[in-house]
């Protein structure tokens, strides 16, 4: 695909998802997390104080995604939900754009295409990017660092250091579960180098430039806490979500007990408080936490949409808004078999170590705190490359299968488990949104 076409088609995606906005309806924030990440933006683009004052929205949550969009707002005058919903949509157009770069590094120009227009045209990932959420912005700093390695993967230089260190800091500065991701990356630059002193001395500059994007939020931090870290005040929170006696595997709301004893909201007491409550509830019960776990997991691979998502944004009377939901929820159960298999199936280079590794620690933190589709949006970005590349290789799949049985063999035998297991999932989501009337 030429430059010149690619821009053409990313036009057109972003016409179908301003249009999908517009034919939605919903031009006032809905209540939960997109109403706080709207109007937390709007209140930083009206007043720059916004930026040292403690609790709240913002700093409650990582300010990356905030200050994005409170950018957008100052620039146009007037600014509406709907805009935050377009802001928004660009960015799921870029990560498009980003999807067809990194197949085509890695793979070839047919892959590239395919995981375009998969990313771009499938409902479950345009209706997705109507949402006003942090999700696609996380996205795109996660994809622009793996486009930055496929440029150079064996052998990584200073440079790729450099700006891998500024998007990793903007991945933390927008999802604090990305805390463990400058880890992750950094040790990809020590086993990838050509030797121990180039691997140390990319880490120095990947290190530095780490610290240095994300100086200006520690630095707002003591001034307003006294202390540079955490990055945002989430964590406690939700895994006292995910760990209370009312707790059921997904997010639910418990007994706000940490106002009685007027800890704020967004503050580092409150979150103290909640991490201490939700660690005294595992300690006491083990064996629940253990159990619910898996219930979590479940959750987290549960395919995407809920009807009340549908129903919170689109203004559709139920029998449709349930309907749209199966719809997305099948197209997103399809992407998500094919590209495991494409996984179990696909070469062990960097880009699947590294999806490996990504992959395992979000279920981690999955089974900890609590599961939703939402938060498997960063999965689903590096499923959808194994899936490209599945579809477009397999004829070569079955000329593997045809020579080289014994290793296909013990494929299988990773595959077909991992399906089952996905589906026994998914069997038991079905089954208590049954029971429970959804």
């Known amino acids: 695909m030429s430059r010149q076409n690619l821009v053409l088609s990313a ?57 994005y969009l409170a950018g957008i707002f100052n620039f146009v005058s007037g600014s509406t939900f709907l805009t935050g919903q377009i802001a928004t949509a660009l960015i799921g157009v870029l990560n498009c754009v980003l999807i067809f770069v990194l197949i085509r590094n890695l793979t070839d120009d047919t892959g590239a295409k ?177 159990r619910l776990g898996f219930k979590k997991v479940a959750w987290f691979l549960w395919p995407r949409f809920e009807r009340e998502e549908i129903k919170e944004l689109y203004k559709l009377p139920a029998r449709q808004a349930t309907l749209l939901s199966g719809v997305l929820g099948v197209l997103s159960a399809g992407v998500m078999i094919i590209g495991i298999a494409g996984f179990v199936f696909g070469k062990r280079d960097w880009f699947w170590w590294i999806s490996l590794t990504l992959i395992a620690y979000t279920i981690f933190v999955t089974f900890v705190i609590y599961g939703s589709p939402r938060y498997r949006d960063a999965v689903d970005y590096l499923l959808l490359v194994f899936a490209a590349n599945a579809i477009t290789r397999w004829r070569s799949l079955l000329v593997k299968i045809r020579t080289r049985g014994s290793l296909v063999r013990k494929q299988l035998f990773i595959l077909l488990p991992v399906l089952s297991y996905i589906l026994i999932n998914w069997m038991w989501i079905a089954y208590d949104l049954i029971k429970s009337g959804h």
């Open 114 to 290: 395919l995981g375009f227009w998969l990313r771009g045209i499938l409902p479950s990932y345009v209706v997705a990017d109507t949402f006003v959420m942090s999700e696609p912005l996380f996205a795109t700093f996660l994809l622009s660092a793996l486009v930055i390695i496929s440029l150079k993967p064996n052998y990584p230089d200073s440079r790729q250091a450099f700006v891998l260190g500024v998007l990793i800091a903007c991945c933390v500065l927008t999802r604090e579960v990305a805390i463990v991701y400058p880890i992750v990356f950094g040790g990809y630059l020590i086993m990838a180098s050509g030797s121990r002193q180039d691997g140390l001395r990319h880490v120095a500059v990947f290190a530095m430039m780490l610290l240095i994007t994300l100086a200006p939020w520690m630095w707002r931090n003591v001034i307003v806490w006294g202390q540079p870290l955490p990055i945002s005040y989430t964590s406690g929170v939700n895994l006292h979500i995910g760990n209370n006696p009312e707790a059921t595997g997904k997010w639910v709301r418990f007994s706000p007990e940490s106002d009685e004893i007027n800890l704020g909201f967004g503050t580092p007491q409150s979150d103290a408080w909640h991490r201490q409550e939700a660690l005294r509830y595992i300690q006491e019960d083990p064996a629940h936490f253990m």
């Open 11 to 67: 036009l057109l995606l972003l016409s179908i998802r301003v249009a999908l906005i517009i034919w939605g309806g919903q031009h006032d924030a809905p209540g939960g997390d997109q109403l706080a990440f709207y109007s937390a933006s709007q209140q930083l683009a009206h007043s720059s104080a916004e930026w040292l004052k403690g609790g709240g929205e913002f700093g409650y949550r990582a300010p990356m995604y905030f200050v």
